[in-house]
């Protein structure tokens, strides 16, 4: 929604409300010292100061990513810590996230500009023949529904930690299915406690993996560890190799001492991804919009992105566009056009606040005849563009438990604070999970969910009109997250709790990755806003495409070619794409581009008459 809000850098870890103003104060603070040191301390402390000032905005090891603690910064300045495994343990993979590593395949695909300006396309495994997707062919995809019902021998593997140096007393054990923010099959120390109440954070000095399952544990599953927290905080690939500990670890071989070493990372290696092992269930995905030029090229886009993303077959999913407008468009099945549609009224409120709209429709959609009979809703945005299926996601929701990623706000104890003084009647002593778009719903609690949540934004959104609570609580971004908050609330006071689950999605104003960083993270859909090019590339192919970005953001060495913000976002699709593209902007400009072929541009007409112009 706010395209500013992963945009600036986090200052060790803390939370975003607080690391804007620790960076601001640190580097005040830099500038005192530097002035002071010139006459002070000397050229070597000043030069000194200005380093860790630079690595604290722009760590050169992840990128433009935020230091997750002062260990990465430990091992710049000393760069013999943590540089090689430890002895003894025999290191039989890269670290995840490596390119070479990269697992598994995606249902939209990649799209490369080749010598001769044709398109093609690159699957995982082979090359495929040149043609053109939608039209000659579907696009290709691994991302199946495999395994469903397959024995699951990885719940048999546990990793015991001690705060002893030879594995005794007390341990704070885990199975290969613990899931941590950053990770899957993985431990992270920053959030965990021993049984005695003690920080596993830099606290364990030994361990030990057992396998209790029938027969031998499989000889490719191994166990890592690494003393940076990696299922708290992103790293790159080159950062965890680094970082690493010990590799190959096995039951056999027994107590693991760490010789002064922490483990706040532990990774299970070689094990079938946990999407592979899983129940289907049925699901069913929705998004509220509303009939005028900026959402019609995102409903096209959308719903190609869904047909092509190799979502499961067995059971099916649905899938349902909830218009709000007065009657069906043309853009409806019902009207003779392409996308499924639930057409609702709107409410008077909306048109002080838009957003609103999007708890009135699903509230009207999961109470009408229509209502979806699946058993999970998975509730996007216009802009949420699906890559991959979503089946092994919507497969671990249950009633009372949902999935969704971590919002913006994640870690602001201004939300509990928000929640318990102003809004909360039945339950106050529950904390709110701090979740955005998408969420994974149990269909029963959706309807519950539903109008709690239309109800609480219109409440959250009055209160915000006060300049005393919008003042007070202005990191929460206020003005248009209403709605935001009106869901998280919501599910509070019904007390339904959310697993926040990493890769869910990939935003625009988050970190630049490349196609097989996203696949190998299996990452399931893009939230688009913007897509850019190399700046060398996009001078000498794509000038006529070059913009001056229309919010602050902007990548270093990059020019941005689209957005959704501009009035030509409809008709202006850079294409074709340089060989090097990241992978939001290759998604971005990939289905706007093969929806185009596909559908058309939608017409101006009386549901369309300008671009942002909304049919009443």
């Known amino acids: 929604k706010v395209p500013t809000q992963n945009s600036q850098p986090r200052a060790l870890g803390l939370p975003r409300f607080l690391s804007n103003a620790i960076l ?8 005192s010292l530097w002035r002071r040191g010139r006459r002070r301390y000397g050229m070597p402390i000043m030069l000194l100061l200005s380093g860790l000032a630079g690595l604290a905005v722009y760590d050169g090891v992840t990128g433009p990513y935020p230091l997750a603690s002062l260990e990465p910064l430990v091992r710049r300045i000393f760069p013999s ?28 695909k990649p799209h490369r500009h080749p010598e001769d300006d044709q398109i093609r396309e690159r699957h995982d495994l082979e090359t495929e023949p040149r043609g053109e997707p939608g039209r000659d062919r579907p696009h290709p995809g691994a991302d199946v529904v495999r395994g469903a019902h397959a024995q699951d021998l990885t719940q048999y593997v546990t990793v015991d930690v001690y705060q002893s140096k030879d594995c005794t007393g007390e341990p704070l ?26 920080a596993a954070l830099n606290n364990i000095k030994s361990y030990k993996v057992v396998y209790s399952g029938p027969g031998e544990m499989p000889v490719e599953w191994t166990v890592s560890s690494f003393n940076v927290c990696g299922g708290t905080f992103a790293y790159s690939a080159s950062a965890m190799r680094k970082a690493t500990i010990g590799s190959g670890v096995r039951p056999e071989n027994g107590c693991i001492a760490t010789d002064g070493e922490y483990p706040n990372m532990i990774r299970f290696d070689g094990m079938p991804d946990p999407d592979d092992i899983y129940d289907a269930q049925s699901y069913h995905v929705v998004y509220s919009c509303e009939s005028s030029t900026y959402f ?60 609103y709209n999007k708890p009135t429709a699903l509230t009207a959609f999961m109470e009408g005849p229509a209502s979806p009979t699946e058993e ?42 928000l929640y318990q003084k102003h809004i909360c009647k039945k339950a106050c002593d529950f904390i709110p999970d701090t979740v955005a778009v998408p969420y994974f719903v149990h269909r029963e609690d959706a309807k519950k969910i539903a109008p709690l949540w239309k109800e609480l934004t219109k409440q959250v959104f009055e209160l915000f009109q006060d300049p005393k609570h919008a003042a007070t609580y202005q990191s929460l971004q206020p003005g248009w997250c209403a709605e935001m908050y009106g869901y998280v609330f ?54 006529r495409w070059i913009h001056r970005p229309a919010w602050e953001y902007s990548p270093q060495g990059m020019e941005q070619v689209w957005c959704k913000c501009n009035a030509t976002a409809a008709d202006e699709r850079p294409w074709p794409l340089p060989p090097d593209v990241d992978f939001t902007s290759n998604v971005t400009l990939t ?20 671009y942002s112009m909304t049919y009443e």
Not at 84 to 91: A, D, K, L, N, Y
Not at 505 to 530: L, N, P, T
Not at 591 to 604: C, V
């Open 24 to 31: 601001k104060r640190g580097m005040s603070l830099v500038v």
């Open 81 to 108: 810590r943590g540089q090689s495994p430890r002895p003894g343990i025999v290191t039989k993979r890269p670290p995840a996230g490596d390119p070479a590593e990269a697992r598994g395949g995606g249902g939209v």
């Open 173 to 198: 054990a885990f199975t290969a299915h613990r899931t941590e923010h950053k990770c899957t099959r993985c431990f992270d120390a920053c959030r965990a406690n021993f049984p005695d109440g003690k």
């Open 296 to 355: 019609a090229y995102q409903a096209y886009a959308n719903y190609y992105g869904f047909l092509h993303s190799n979502q499961q077959t067995d059971p099916k999913p649905g899938y349902t566009r909830l218009l709000t407008s007065t009657e069906e468009d043309d853009l409806s099945v019902a009207n003779g056009g392409k996308i499924p549609t639930f057409t609702s009224k709107r409410e008077p409120f909306s048109r002080r606040y838009s957003p």
């Open 376 to 417: 999970v809703i998975v509730v996007i945005d216009p802009d949420n563009w699906l890559v991959q299926n979503i089946g092994p996601i919507a497969a671990k929701v249950k009633e009372g438990q949902a999935v969704a990623t971590a919002a913006f706000y994640d870690g602001n104890p201004l939300v509990t604070d």
């Open 490 to 543: 919501a599910a509070a006071e019904l007390r339904i709790k959310h697993t926040i689950l990493p890769n869910l999605q990939h935003r625009d104003v988050d970190g630049k990755i490349s196609w097989d960083e996203a696949m190998s993270r299996r990452i399931r859909m893009i939230h688009m806003g913007r897509a850019w090019f190399k700046a060398e590339w996009a001078k000498e192919h794509a000038a």
């Open 591 to 610: 289905l706007l581009h093969h929806s185009l072929l596909e559908y058309g541009n939608a017409p101006h007409n009386k549901y369309r008459v300008g």
